[in-house]
């Protein structure tokens, strides 16, 4: 099967339905990643079924839950490659996206594809966490911040927690080991003002993968202190 075919039958498994012209979109976008994928780190991704259920399905199954509109705003904090956060701007054009990346080369691989494609609600931020958001601009500015595959919840609390808007929502795309990162990071969400809402899953088409995505609510502002200088959330995680 081809790389729309999966991606096709894999939305419909998982009950998404795409924008017209979105299809053509993610595949130009898939062309592009591997082209750059052994210089970007990303030869997981090269082969299309699998990048189609792995990547794009993975990172779309957000809409079964979620509709991004006119008004909305997304963070996606530790874009590496651009998943979830480029797939979802394709799928969402009235919403904007911010997609925060630390590693310069991914960033400038970034930037690159949303021009390529077309991505007007779309901006590269090439910066960390720990910096971003301790800006006016970037802290407490989104209603939705995601993160997939970029530390564990009690770390990853600390980076994404202070750019979500009190009343927003920060969404964890997690594996099966979900319940017990929660369960780790209960004191940290606490004392950066975030409460766990909800936790959905899904398995991945084909292969089956169970997958988790974590819904935080943001209930209080978080205070000044967090997040702390680059790499203490790593060391000393909350
Ligand atoms: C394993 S990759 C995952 C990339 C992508 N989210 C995905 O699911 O394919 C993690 C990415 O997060 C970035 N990252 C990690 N910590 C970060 C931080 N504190 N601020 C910004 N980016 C960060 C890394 O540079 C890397 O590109």
């Given at each position: 099967?081809?790389?729309?075919?999966?991606?096709?039958?894999?939305?419909?498994?998982?009950?998404?339905?795409?924008?017209?012209?979105?299809?053509?979109?993610?595949?130009?976008?898939?062309?592009?990643?591997?082209e750059a994928a052994?210089?970007?780190n990303l030869t997981a991704?090269?082969?299309?079924?699998?990048?189609a259920v792995k990547h794009f399905v993975d990172s779309l199954a957000l809409l079964r839950w979620v509709s991004l509109?006119?008004?909305?705003?997304?963070?996606?904090?530790?874009?590496?490659?651009?998943?979830?956060?480029v797939p979802l701007a394709v799928a969402a054009p009235g919403c904007r996206f911010f997609l925060l990346e630390?590693?310069?080369?991914?960033?400038?691989?970034?930037e690159q594809a949303v021009k390529r494609l077309g991505l007007t609600n779309t901006t590269v931020v090439c910066g960390r966490a720990e910096e971003y958001g301790r800006l006016d601009r970037y802290r407490e500015q989104f209603g939705w911040v995601v993160a997939r595959g970029v530390a564990a919840?009690?770390?990853?609390?600390?980076?994404?927690?202070?750019?979500?808007?009190?009343?927003g929502c920060f969404v964890a795309y997690k594996g099966p080991r979900a319940a017990a990162e929660i369960e780790a990071a209960r004191?940290?969400?606490?004392?950066?003002?975030?409460?766990?809402e909800e936790m959905v899953t899904y398995s991945?088409?084909?292969?089956?993968?169970?997958?988790?995505?974590?819904?935080?609510?943001?209930e209080r502002a978080t205070p000044a202190q967090f997040p702390r200088r680059a790499g203490v959330a790593r060391k000393r995680p909350l």
């Open positions: 099967m081809t790389f729309t075919a999966v991606l096709r039958s894999g939305l419909t498994e998982l009950g998404v339905e795409l924008e017209p012209g979105a299809e053509g979109l993610l595949a130009e976008f898939f062309g592009l990643v591997k052994a210089g970007l991704i090269k082969e299309p079924e699998e990048a509109g006119e008004g909305d705003r997304l963070l996606d904090l530790g874009s590496g490659a651009g998943f979830p956060g630390a590693v310069r080369k991914k960033c400038f691989f970034l919840l009690r770390e990853l609390a600390e980076y994404a927690l202070p750019f979500v808007a009190v009343g004191e940290a969400l606490e004392l950066l003002g975030g409460r766990v991945l088409p084909r292969g089956g993968e169970k997958r988790v995505l974590v819904f935080i609510r943001k």
